[in-house]
């Protein structure tokens, strides 16, 4: 079973974000993880890059980014290699697993969202876990809430602000602030 999420950057045109899906492993322990590993390792601290590559050159999404088998991120040069694989190719964990390049070859698919005042186009149900790259740090976001009445799961929300500057957070922490059902103090 999948969990769900998205890689995002700041909407500029209104609240919210925009980004590309990512299917595997969305949780913080996994993804949320990964992508502050990728900033500190793969894109050498450029949350710019990071987000060049991981939002505007993949607009079909990811299958995953999380490296199986290894705690260490995908290099740089494995972007260059990037996409989808079957579980019969004997790369297929060796490369990140995009969908709009490799055996998928998918059109382009943005996520928009403007929680809380409205889910227009992310569905919040759909997407489980949001992470919004930004130049200082990090937004995480999710669907869930454990006080679900009067439509609360229909939208996301924040339960981190991850500083890119500071050491990486207990992202077991950050995954259980989605039982929280008020977070006083998002950042980390």
């Known amino acids: 079973m999948s969990t ?37 390792d793969t894109f050498d601290r450029d949350a710019t890059l990071m987000a060049q590559v991981l939002v505007h050159e993949h607009p079909a999404g990811w299958s995953n980014l999380v490296r199986p088998y290894t705690p260490r991120p995908f290099e740089r040069e494995d972007f260059e ?65 454990p006080n679900a009445e009067a439509g609360r799961a229909l939208v996301h929300r924040l339960v981190a602000l991850v500083d890119w500057d ?8 950050v995954q259980h602030r989605a039982r929280a059902v008020n977070v006083p103090d998002l950042t980390l």
Request: charged share 15%; with cysteine; proline share 9%.
């Open 81 to 145: 290699h990037a996409g989808f694989r079957g579980l019969g190719d004997p790369e297929h964990d060796a490369y990140p697993l995009c969908y709009c390049h490799g055996a998928r070859k998918e059109s382009a698919h943005a996520l928009t969202c403007a929680c809380p005042g409205g889910p227009e186009g992310c569905g919040p149900v759909f997407i489980e876990w949001a992470y919004v790259l930004t130049v200082t740090g990090m937004f995480v976001a999710t669907s869930w809430h």
């Open 166 to 173: 500071r050491p990486e957070p207990d992202w077991v922490q």
């Open 4 to 40: 769900r999420g998205a890689i995002a950057v700041p909407n500029p045109h209104r609240k919210g974000w925009w980004g590309r899906y990512h299917h595997f492993d969305s949780y913080p322990m996994g993804l949320g993880q990964e992508l502050f590993r990728l900033y500190h």
